[in-house]
């Protein structure tokens, strides 16, 4: 983030207050929520994703050792392109004028973090069910929130892996770029959205991809580690804002966060079970929180409030600490 300090941006002499780094924050979020995703041929994440399935094609039929230091070259190489790329473009932009800085810094930005299409992926679901259509509502699943099978999920399966997503996602979608961005700039997101592609689409345990995803997902859970538990205060003090119950929310944290596979997922999934007063479960896998209250639409309803307010608390933290750190 070239300069900053010595650029400050804001109408009215309001740089002082807000840096051009709180500018572009505030800016990408608000893109996001007003126009959603780009096309795919506009957007970076999806010429990422472009590159990744070259390397899963490359990598698929090799013997582990082989798919493995595949795997390890082709997500840092790619984190090195993509953080080399955007390197280079705030070098040549460093001398032009602070709004062209900030309006295609925020672009790139936004493609990094997914606010609105985390809660409307969520809102179709919610709509299904509430329609009584399953059907719908296990193919808007499938389709936007997870990469497990939907066909055979009863409705308050859906809903739960709906409210699992919505917990989950947080910390990819939002809190973990803003905090990369916060800590290395726009290289440091892209980086970690590159990462975070890689492990969702190598990141599985068959036999084509086990080993040739391994170093994606082992990065992507050291990444996101940190933004895994600061999600998690987050949620705990948007469910303070919103009326939810904290003191479960905390006790289910304490007890069931370390039992999902991933050391991050649990987090925030554990946090949400606690705070809605439900149990959140996988098919022989995890069971997070306790049966207190029934899985149905309005659950939904109930985590897209708790999200929707942790989102607005995770960009407010975002641009005040930028503009504390005069970035």
């Given amino acids: 983030m070239a300069d900053r300090a010595r650029h400050p941006a804001g109408p009215g002499g309001a740089g002082a207050a807000m840096t051009e780094g709180a500018w572009v924050l505030l800016v990408a979020c608000g893109l996001d929520l007003t126009f959603g995703e780009p096309p795919n041929v506009a957007h970076p994440v999806a010429w990422m994703g472009r590159a990744i399935a070259w390397l899963h094609h490359s990598g698929r039929r090799r013997a582990p050792a082989v798919a493995f230091l595949l795997g390890s070259v082709g997500v840092l190489g790619g984190v090195a392109v993509v953080a080399g790329i955007a390197w280079g473009l705030l070098v040549l932009l460093a001398e032009a004028p602070a709004a062209l800085r900030i309006g295609t810094e925020a672009v790139l930005l936004k493609s990094t973090v997914s606010l609105r299409r985390l809660l409307g992926a969520a809102e179709e679901v919610r709509h299904a069910l509430e329609q009584a ?143 809605l007063r439900v149990q959140l479960t996988k098919r022989g896998q995890y069971a997070l929180g306790d049966p207190l209250s029934p899985l149905t639409a309005e659950t939904i309803v109930r985590a897209q409030r708790l999200v929707g307010a942790a989102m607005a608390l995770a960009v407010g933290w975002g641009i005040g600490a930028l503009a504390l750190l005069g970035r």
Wanted: aromatic share 6%; proline share 6%.
């Fill in 133 to 275: 259509d399953l059907a719908e509502a296990r193919s808007q699943l499938g389709h936007h929130l997870v990469s497990r099978p939907t066909q055979d999920l009863s409705p308050d399966e859906v809903a739960c892996a709906t409210v699992e997503s919505l917990a989950e996602n947080f910390t990819d979608a939002v809190v973990a770029p803003i905090l990369w961005f916060l800590l290395l700039g726009i290289p440091g997101a892209l980086a970690y959205r590159f990462v975070n592609t890689a492990d969702a689409m190598l990141g599985y345990q068959d036999p084509e991809r086990e080993w040739l995803g391994k170093p994606a997902a082992r990065l992507d859970d050291l990444l996101n580690w940190v933004p895994a538990r600061l999600a998690t205060l987050l949620l705990l003090a948007s469910g303070w804002l919103i009326g939810a119950s904290i003191l479960n929310g905390l006790r289910v944290w304490h007890r069931d966060s370390g039992t999902t596979a991933s050391p991050n997922a649990g987090q925030t999934m554990a946090t949400m079970a606690g705070l």
